[in-house]
């Protein structure tokens, strides 16, 4: 696992330890000091922590004009036992949503497990952001099975196309577009 690191072909539109509204501002890395692990293996010390001590993320993007963010994710998303939404949402999300981020793309193809606890903090997320909406791409479909029986599904846009997105060939413009289209169809 320390081998992957969060996506870099964006920083050169953006930088989220440069960007003063970002909750990791200011932040320093090294490329050479792995200290972050999940479970017994390292992760590459790009990654940021969330205070988890299995889920680890990287804003990759944020357009404040259009509102919204991406959000690259590793490791396991475990509720039940980290409280991981609850962390995510009140130190990653309530920041953004106070810079009028409506809309979050969330990439999962890292993330390895979920495990559940209650819907709050989901059903309060939701809440807050009113006319957005939280997409959940080319998460594993093991992943997305468990919260559908934990029904916190009903939350976010996933599964289908959301699942076959080559997000990586897209600039960030051109993937908040793709998304979108998809998300309009289903709500509308």
Request: include cysteine; aromatic fraction near 16%.
């Amino acid at each position: 696992m320390h081998a992957v690191e969060p996506y870099y072909h964006w920083r050169n539109l953006y930088i989220a330890s440069e960007d003063d509204a970002s909750p990791f501002y200011g932040r320093e890395y090294s490329e050479f000091e792995f200290e972050n692990r999940v479970y017994n293996f390292l992760i590459h010390p790009q990654w940021d922590s969330i205070g988890s001590e299995t889920l680890f993320i990287k804003i990759i993007y944020v357009d404040y004009e259009q509102s919204y963010c991406v959000i690259e994710m590793i490791g396991e998303w475990n509720d039940a036992i980290e409280n991981d939404i609850m962390t995510l949402k009140r130190d990653i999300v309530d920041e953004l949503t106070k810079m009028d981020i409506t809309k979050f793309i969330l990439i999962g193809e890292n993330v390895l497990n979920f495990h559940s606890s209650d819907d709050c903090y989901y059903e309060e997320w939701i809440d807050d952001i009113e006319d957005g909406w939280v997409a959940l791409i080319n998460f594993h479909e093991h992943v997305t099975s468990e919260m559908n029986q934990a029904g916190i599904d009903q939350y976010f846009i996933l599964r289908g196309d959301m699942d076959m997105i080559e997000w990586r060939t897209y600039l960030p413009h051109q993937l908040y577009k793709k998304v979108k289209k998809i998300v309009e169809k289903r709500l509308y």
